[in-house]
Structures are given as C-alpha cells and as structure tokens.
C-alpha cells in the first residue's frame, strides 16, 4: 500500500495495481479487500472510466478475453482456449456505452476486468471462475479509428443481423462450454441492445444486466433505507427521473414492482407514480407514438413539458433521481424548487463517472440549506455545512452485484428472477444503522462490504430455493454461513 501511495495521479495507482493482478493476484486481493474504502474508486468508477479512454496507450498485456466479428463460427472453439475451464461468472461487452463516456469500442475492457475484481473482492467469487469478455464488432467512435494506439477492429460497429448472430453464437457457446448455471452479466451496452438481449435471453439463460437491474436494485436500497428519515412508505412518494435509459427505465420498473408488492396494486397502476425526463422533456402520453418501446409504460397523462425545472414545479416530486449521463444537469434553481417543497428532498445524481454527475454533493447540500438527502454515482468526499459535516452515500452496484452473484451460484439458480432483485435491495437496505443515518448516509460504509455481501446473497439463495429455480439441493441450513463458508479470501499464514 506504500508503494501504490506514492503514486499522485489516480491512473499509475490504477496501472500497478493491475500489473500487481497480473504478477501476484493473492496480493491484489489482499490489497483491495483490507483497504477497499481507498481502493474501490481506483480499481472502479471512477478512475476506470479514464482508463478505458486511454487503454490502448496503457495496455499491457491482454486480461480477459477479447472476441471479434473475426472469430465467427468457431466461438466455441474460442471459449476452450481460456485457460480455465470452471468458469461461474462471464462479464462481457461490446463497449458501446462506456460508463456516461459513450463509445469506447475494444477498449471497454476495463469494465468487464474492474467488474469481476469486485465480484472476487467484494462476493468472494474465485478469481479462477470469472472470465472478463469484450466482444469487438467495430467502434463509431472517429477518434479510437484515427488512434494508432486503438487495439481493436477498425471499422464502423456492425449491427443488425451480423450483430445479433455473433452474439447468439457467444451466448450458445457459453451454455455449450459451461453449462447453464454459469452467470452471463451484461455491462455497458447501448440501451438499444441491452433492453433487447436482456428480453432475449432472461428465458434461456442466467442473465443479469447490471446497468437496468444492478442499478435499480441498488437505488431502491437506498430509497428504502430513506424511507426511515423521511417517514412514509415509498407508495407516498413521487418520484421525478432525469434520464429514462437502461437505468432511468430499469429502477422506475423495479419501484413500481415494489410498490406493487406491498399494496398489492396492479403495477401498471403503481407506475404512475414515477415520471420520467429525457432528452426531449416529460414523457407523456401524447407522445407515446414515438417513444422508443422501453420508455412507453412511463407515458402519463400531462400536457407536454420541455425542461426539468417546469417538470419539477409541475409534479413536485419527493424523489429526484439523475441518470441522464449528463453533468451538471440538476441546477441551483432545481434543487431550490425540490427544497421549496420537500421538507428532506431525496436527491439521487448517479451518472459516472464524476465529470458526468448531474449535480455534486456540495450542491446539493449548500443549495438545499443542508435538508436534502443525497447520494451519488461516483463517490463524493464529505463535505461541512453550517458546522454540520455531511457523508454524502454512494449508490454504487458494487453494493449488490457481487453477493447477488454469490446467491445464484452458491444456490445453482438456472434463472434471474425480479423478485431475487427486491430481496436483495431489502437485505442492503435492512444493513445501514441509526449512526450511518444521523451522518446523513443512506448506505452502509463499504469496509463492512463481504459481510453485506453475504447477508444479501442468503436472501437471494432463499428466493432462489423458494422460487424453485435452485439446483443446489438440499438447501443449507443456515444460507448466511454458508455464504461467508464459499467466499475466497486471500489469507496469509502468520509463520512468526
């Protein structure tokens, strides 16, 4: 840890950490796991993100395993070649929506890596059973085909059939390779995919994208945690999106599901009280016609409106969550309003990495005279107000990923099902305690992370079994033992 101290600039500290992955995986996990409040934003949002960017120009040798429109029709034979046959966890992308950075092609490996560290460090997943994939069909970003440092195919991305064929050729060769309890995450896909292979392939295989579910899961952990300091329960409450994408759309879905779950209301019912914003202004039912599909169940009743601050006046929503991958999007005028009408506003800005968040937390703070409830994306230092020292949270899907990935491989699930995301959202939320409350945070601190991780994949492994999708038979007695009992840990012997 000394030695990667040294380092000023967050991407050296990114760079020997990943030679040290390369070079002594035992120590890395070490390193990470004993110090993963300092190290999470350095293997992760957001110095991740800088380093996608400049992969090309830092890339050392290759960590997982790339596949290209070059390797069509022997994918299979592809999969064999990886060295390790015991594969639990696949993250794989395209690289067509890097974070809130856009088109990164090839170079979004950084992703699927960063990913599957946390699965090991934060899940205790083998790092022997995890495989990092990126599958290159091309990039449409003019600056990485003009690189002469871009490590990936230099043409114009491929879509269409050519598309959906090299990806149903991958997904058929997972299953045929390693069998059909294998976790296939996905990350970073453009929402026009990653809504369509979600739909796909969720009947078929164990599917799980982290950027619709993972998000989501984490937010409604957080909005139930906040449920205690703002009082009511989340059918009380109004919830305003800016942003109606693979995260917008994917956490609204799930609110309306929990909603719906403890009024027992039909959900098409409990959607209306989520609004969304896009690029466009409100989504409402006059403009349903041009929507795109996943964005049509949130197309209410209300005259058109263009910006976010007359869609705030106009809903007066209690909840306003950003997921537009647009930075400083959540004005001093719009928190002034939500502060106007909200005696706590609950102010969620996701988009990472920092650069992209729709307000910092700061803003949020100093704008709502020290009432709102903030977490964000990327994480924020703690920040003083009229003497009162806020933590700002951090609504991070390393938070739930990882012990969902325990939960469905130590209980065998075949499938993904949404009630497994609400038991996981429930368990993080039941973690955070009176004094993470009383210093303003709505998450649990990471240091205690693998043991939140355990608890959360008990409650998924209990879905599982309780949904009969568990193969795992018969159940361990007690699932949160047994979870901590299937955790890696890079222990080191005491020979003095």
């Known amino acids: 840890m000394h030695i990667i101290r040294q380092y000023q600039v967050p991407l050296q500290k990114y760079m020997a950490m990943m030679d040290l992955q390369e070079s002594n995986e035992k120590l890395f996990y070490k390193l990470l796991i004993d110090n993963v409040e300092e190290m999470l934003p350095i293997v992760y949002t957001p110095t991740v993100g800088e380093a996608c960017q400049k992969y090309g120009s830092i890339f050392g ?3 997982g395993l790339y596949i290209s429109l070059k390797e069509k029709g022997c994918i299979h034979e592809v999969l064999r070649n990886w060295p390790e046959k015991n594969i639990e966890v696949i993250v794989v992308t395209d690289g067509e929506r890097i974070l809130g950075l856009g088109d990164l092609g090839c170079q979004g490996m950084g992703i699927p890596v960063g990913k599957l560290a946390l699965y090991t460090a934060l899940g205790g997943v083998r790092p022997s059973a995890c495989l990092p994939v990126t599958i290159d069909v091309g990039t449409n970003n003019e600056n990485l085909l003009n690189d002469e440092y871009y ?8 879509t269409g059939q050519e598309y959906a064929e090299l990806l149903h050729e991958f997904m058929s060769a997972v299953k045929q390779t390693y069998g059909e309890k294998v976790l296939i995450q996905f990350e970073d896909f453009a929402n026009h995919n990653a809504f369509d292979l979600l739909a796909k392939y969720s009947t078929t295989h164990l599917v799980f994208n982290d950027d619709i579910q993972g998000t989501a899961s984490v937010v409604l952990a957080g909005l139930v945690a906040a449920l205690k300091v703002v009082g009511g329960t989340l059918a009380d409450h109004t919830f305003l999106f800016l942003g109606a994408g693979e995260a917008g ?3 609204a879905e799930l609110i309306a599901l929990e909603i719906s779950k403890q009024t027992n209301m039909p959900v098409e019912e409990t959607r209306k009280k989520v609004w969304l914003v896009d690029s466009k ?3 409402v039912s006059s403009r349903r016609e041009s929507l795109q599909h996943f964005k049509k169940p949130w197309a209410h ?7 976010l601050l007359d869609a705030v006046n106009d809903i007066k929503p209690t909840v306003l969550i950003g997921t537009s991958g647009v930075g400083k999007t959540f004005t001093k005028e719009v928190i002034e309003a939500m502060a106007s009408f909200n005696e706590k506003p609950i102010i969620l800005s996701l988009s990472n990495p920092t650069s992209q968040s729709e307000c910092t937390a700061e803003e949020a703070y100093t704008w709502s005279q020290g009432r709102a409830i903030f977490a964000s994306g990327s ?3 703690p920040f003083e107000y009229e003497g009162k020292t806020f933590m700002p949270g951090q609504a991070n899907n390393a938070y739930i990923f990882p012990g969902l990935g325990l939960g469905l491989i130590m209980s065998g699930a075949i499938r993904v099902h949404d009630d497994m995301l609400l038991a996981a959202s429930e368990a993080l939320a039941a973690q955070v305690t009176q004094e993470n409350f009383d210093q303003g945070l709505i998450y649990p601190p990471f240091k205690n992370i693998r043991k939140i991780s355990a608890e959360i994949a008990a409650k998924v492994a209990a879905k599982a079994y309780e949904l009969g999708l568990a193969t795992r038979v018969p159940p361990p007695r007690d699932l949160v033992k047994h979870a901590e009992s299937c955790m890696y840990s890079p222990a080191y012997r005491s020979y003095r």
């Open 281 to 283: 202004g409100l989504i």
């Open 151 to 158: 490590i990936g195919l230099r043409q114009r991305r491929a």
């Open 61 to 63: 040798r290759p960590q």
């Open 249 to 251: 759309t994917g956490i």
């Open 301 to 307: 009743e209300h005259e058109p409106v263009k910006t």
């Open 379 to 381: 994480p924020f230092a």
